[in-house]
Protein backbone atom coordinates (compact mmCIF):
# COMPACT_ATOMS: atom_id res chain seq x y z
CA UNK A 1 0.00 0.00 0.00
CA UNK A 2 1.20 3.46 -0.76
CA UNK A 3 2.04 5.01 2.84
CA UNK A 4 3.01 8.75 2.82
CA UNK A 5 5.16 10.79 5.43
CA UNK A 6 6.04 14.34 6.30
CA UNK A 7 6.82 16.39 9.60
CA UNK A 8 4.42 15.97 12.32
CA UNK A 9 4.95 20.38 12.72
CA UNK A 10 6.57 22.89 11.53
CA UNK A 11 6.76 26.79 12.24
CA UNK A 12 7.08 29.14 9.94
CA UNK A 13 6.53 33.68 10.09
CA UNK A 14 3.94 35.63 8.31
CA UNK A 15 5.37 36.62 4.54
CA UNK A 16 7.73 33.90 4.68
CA UNK A 17 7.45 30.84 1.95
CA UNK A 18 6.74 27.26 3.70
CA UNK A 19 7.62 24.34 1.89
CA UNK A 20 6.17 20.81 3.21
CA UNK A 21 7.90 17.80 1.90
CA UNK A 22 6.60 14.36 2.17
CA UNK A 23 7.84 11.42 1.13
CA UNK A 24 5.84 8.46 -0.63
CA UNK A 25 8.41 5.82 -1.86
CA UNK A 26 6.05 3.27 -3.44
CA UNK A 27 3.91 5.49 -5.03
CA UNK A 28 2.29 3.47 -8.29
CA UNK A 29 2.31 4.94 -11.48
CA UNK A 30 -1.74 5.43 -11.43
CA UNK A 31 -1.50 7.47 -8.35
CA UNK A 32 -2.17 11.60 -8.23
CA UNK A 33 -0.18 13.51 -5.29
CA UNK A 34 -3.43 15.25 -3.76
CA UNK A 35 -2.74 18.03 -0.61
CA UNK A 36 -5.48 19.25 1.32
CA UNK A 37 -5.43 21.83 4.36
CA UNK A 38 -7.81 21.03 7.40
CA UNK A 39 -8.64 23.90 10.24
CA UNK A 40 -9.84 22.37 13.65
CA UNK A 41 -13.41 20.63 13.52
CA UNK A 42 -13.32 21.40 10.04
CA UNK A 43 -13.31 18.79 7.18
CA UNK A 44 -10.64 18.98 4.75
CA UNK A 45 -10.07 21.45 2.02
CA UNK A 46 -8.43 20.50 -1.22
CA UNK A 47 -5.13 22.73 -1.88
CA UNK A 48 -3.70 21.32 -5.33
CA UNK A 49 -3.30 18.16 -7.33
CA UNK A 50 -0.48 17.33 -9.24
CA UNK A 51 0.97 13.75 -11.14
CA UNK A 52 4.50 14.93 -12.28
CA UNK A 53 6.77 18.18 -12.66
CA UNK A 54 5.19 21.11 -11.10
CA UNK A 55 1.34 22.28 -10.51
CA UNK A 56 0.76 26.44 -9.53
CA UNK A 57 -2.80 27.40 -8.63
CA UNK A 58 -3.34 30.57 -6.74
CA UNK A 59 -2.97 29.31 -3.12
CA UNK A 60 0.16 27.52 -3.93
CA UNK A 61 2.38 25.31 -5.69
CA UNK A 62 3.23 21.68 -6.00
CA UNK A 63 6.65 20.57 -6.71
CA UNK A 64 6.67 16.41 -7.66
CA UNK A 65 10.62 15.21 -9.12
CA UNK A 66 10.93 12.60 -11.80
CA UNK A 67 10.94 9.88 -9.27
CA UNK A 68 7.82 10.88 -7.77
CA UNK A 69 9.09 9.51 -4.76
CA UNK A 70 8.53 12.82 -2.83
CA UNK A 71 6.65 15.95 -3.55
CA UNK A 72 7.10 19.07 -1.99
CA UNK A 73 3.71 21.81 -1.29
CA UNK A 74 4.59 25.46 -1.47
CA UNK A 75 2.86 28.17 0.19
CA UNK A 76 4.34 31.57 -1.02
CA UNK A 77 3.85 34.45 1.81
CA UNK A 78 1.99 32.76 4.26
CA UNK A 79 -0.45 34.33 6.90
CA UNK A 80 -1.47 33.61 10.14
CA UNK A 81 -4.76 32.42 8.68
CA UNK A 82 -2.84 29.56 6.86
CA UNK A 83 -2.05 27.99 10.74
CA UNK A 84 -3.44 24.81 10.20
CA UNK A 85 -2.78 20.74 9.06
CA UNK A 86 -1.51 20.00 5.86
CA UNK A 87 -1.91 16.17 4.86
CA UNK A 88 -0.47 14.49 1.84
CA UNK A 89 -2.82 12.04 -0.08
CA UNK A 90 -1.36 9.41 -2.36
CA UNK A 91 -3.62 6.45 -3.72
CA UNK A 92 -5.95 5.87 -6.38
CA UNK A 93 -8.62 3.35 -5.18
CA UNK A 94 -9.18 2.40 -9.17
CA UNK A 95 -6.39 0.05 -8.14
CA UNK A 96 -5.53 -2.29 -5.25
CA UNK A 97 -4.35 0.58 -3.48
CA UNK A 98 -6.47 2.62 -0.91
CA UNK A 99 -6.94 5.91 0.10
CA UNK A 100 -3.99 6.28 2.32
CA UNK A 101 -4.00 9.32 4.74
CA UNK A 102 -0.64 10.37 6.59
CA UNK A 103 -0.70 11.38 9.46
CA UNK A 104 -0.48 14.90 8.97
CA UNK A 105 2.08 18.16 8.88
CA UNK A 106 0.65 21.07 11.73
CA UNK A 107 2.07 24.62 10.70
CA UNK A 108 1.95 26.79 12.87
CA UNK A 109 2.65 30.80 11.51
CA UNK A 110 3.48 33.39 13.63
CA UNK A 111 3.09 37.19 13.26
CA UNK B 1 -25.49 24.45 -3.61
CA UNK B 2 -25.12 23.21 0.24
CA UNK B 3 -22.26 20.81 -0.74
CA UNK B 4 -22.09 17.41 1.30
CA UNK B 5 -23.87 18.11 4.51
CA UNK B 6 -24.18 15.54 7.46
CA UNK B 7 -26.09 15.22 10.00
CA UNK B 8 -26.28 14.88 13.17
CA UNK B 9 -23.29 16.75 14.26
CA UNK B 10 -22.38 15.45 17.87
CA UNK B 11 -24.01 12.25 18.83
CA UNK B 12 -23.51 10.06 22.20
CA UNK B 13 -24.19 6.43 22.20
CA UNK B 14 -23.95 3.22 24.90
CA UNK B 15 -22.28 0.40 24.18
CA UNK B 16 -24.20 -1.55 22.10
CA UNK B 17 -26.25 0.82 20.71
CA UNK B 18 -26.95 1.50 16.75
CA UNK B 19 -27.41 4.41 14.63
CA UNK B 20 -27.31 5.62 11.04
CA UNK B 21 -24.91 8.77 10.12
CA UNK B 22 -26.34 11.03 7.39
CA UNK B 23 -24.90 12.09 4.60
CA UNK B 24 -26.06 14.31 1.48
CA UNK B 25 -24.57 15.71 -1.45
CA UNK B 26 -25.92 18.07 -4.42
CA UNK B 27 -23.18 18.17 -6.79
CA UNK B 28 -24.42 15.09 -8.74
CA UNK B 29 -21.07 13.75 -7.85
CA UNK B 30 -20.25 9.77 -8.79
CA UNK B 31 -17.74 9.10 -5.73
CA UNK B 32 -18.77 9.60 -2.07
CA UNK B 33 -16.94 8.28 0.81
CA UNK B 34 -16.78 7.76 4.81
CA UNK B 35 -13.75 8.21 6.76
CA UNK B 36 -13.19 8.38 10.38
CA UNK B 37 -10.32 10.62 12.09
CA UNK B 38 -9.08 9.82 15.53
CA UNK B 39 -7.55 12.52 17.73
CA UNK B 40 -3.93 14.26 16.37
CA UNK B 41 -4.78 11.92 13.02
CA UNK B 42 -5.13 11.27 9.93
CA UNK B 43 -8.13 10.11 7.86
CA UNK B 44 -8.77 6.36 7.55
CA UNK B 45 -11.56 5.78 4.54
CA UNK B 46 -14.46 3.51 5.75
CA UNK B 47 -16.13 2.74 2.84
CA UNK B 48 -16.76 4.15 -0.56
CA UNK B 49 -19.25 4.26 -3.56
CA UNK B 50 -18.78 4.82 -6.89
CA UNK B 51 -22.40 5.44 -7.49
CA UNK B 52 -25.99 4.40 -6.84
CA UNK B 53 -25.75 0.87 -5.78
CA UNK B 54 -22.15 0.05 -5.98
CA UNK B 55 -19.70 0.47 -2.68
CA UNK B 56 -16.75 -0.71 -1.91
CA UNK B 57 -14.48 -1.24 1.88
CA UNK B 58 -12.15 1.05 2.51
CA UNK B 59 -8.99 0.60 5.02
CA UNK B 60 -11.10 0.21 8.16
CA UNK B 61 -14.61 -1.10 7.41
CA UNK B 62 -15.63 -3.62 10.52
CA UNK B 63 -18.53 -2.54 12.49
CA UNK B 64 -19.59 -0.81 9.58
CA UNK B 65 -22.57 -0.50 7.11
CA UNK B 66 -23.08 1.26 4.30
CA UNK B 67 -25.60 1.75 1.18
CA UNK B 68 -26.65 3.96 -1.88
CA UNK B 69 -29.56 4.10 -3.08
CA UNK B 70 -29.76 7.24 -4.54
CA UNK B 71 -26.65 9.44 -6.37
CA UNK B 72 -27.23 12.15 -3.26
CA UNK B 73 -27.07 10.01 -0.17
CA UNK B 74 -25.07 7.55 1.28
CA UNK B 75 -25.71 6.68 4.96
CA UNK B 76 -23.42 4.76 7.44
CA UNK B 77 -24.60 2.56 9.69
CA UNK B 78 -23.10 1.70 12.93
CA UNK B 79 -24.34 -1.65 14.77
CA UNK B 80 -23.39 -2.28 17.74
CA UNK B 81 -21.37 0.45 18.83
CA UNK B 82 -17.79 -0.22 20.55
CA UNK B 83 -16.10 2.26 22.60
CA UNK B 84 -13.05 2.52 19.63
CA UNK B 85 -15.80 3.65 17.47
CA UNK B 86 -15.72 7.34 19.23
CA UNK B 87 -14.25 9.68 16.89
CA UNK B 88 -14.84 12.28 14.22
CA UNK B 89 -16.51 11.16 10.74
CA UNK B 90 -16.43 12.79 7.55
CA UNK B 91 -18.32 12.20 4.43
CA UNK B 92 -17.20 13.34 1.28
CA UNK B 93 -17.82 13.58 -2.49
CA UNK B 94 -15.84 13.68 -5.70
CA UNK B 95 -17.04 13.54 -9.63
CA UNK B 96 -14.61 11.60 -10.39
CA UNK B 97 -11.75 9.73 -8.08
CA UNK B 98 -9.33 11.79 -9.72
CA UNK B 99 -10.81 14.74 -8.67
CA UNK B 100 -10.84 16.80 -5.24
CA UNK B 101 -13.18 15.59 -2.55
CA UNK B 102 -15.68 17.58 -0.92
CA UNK B 103 -15.50 16.94 2.80
CA UNK B 104 -18.62 17.56 5.07
CA UNK B 105 -18.67 19.16 8.65
CA UNK B 106 -18.45 16.08 10.19
CA UNK B 107 -20.34 14.19 13.10
CA UNK B 108 -18.55 14.16 16.44
CA UNK B 109 -19.40 10.41 18.06
CA UNK B 110 -18.39 9.16 21.51
CA UNK B 111 -19.29 6.01 22.58
CA UNK B 112 -19.54 5.21 26.20
Known amino acids: LAKTTQPISMDSYEGQEVNITCSHNNIATNDYITWYQQFPSQGPRFIIQGYKTKVTNEVASLFIPADRKSSTLSLPRVSLSDTAVYYCLVGDIRSNYQLIWGAGTKLIIKP | NAGVTQTPKFRILKIGQSMTLQCAQD?????MYWYRQDPGMGLKLIYYSVGAGITDKGEVPNGYNVSRSTTEDFPLRLELAAPSQTSVYFCASSKEVWNEQFFGPGTRLTVL
Open chain 2, 27 to 31: MNHNY
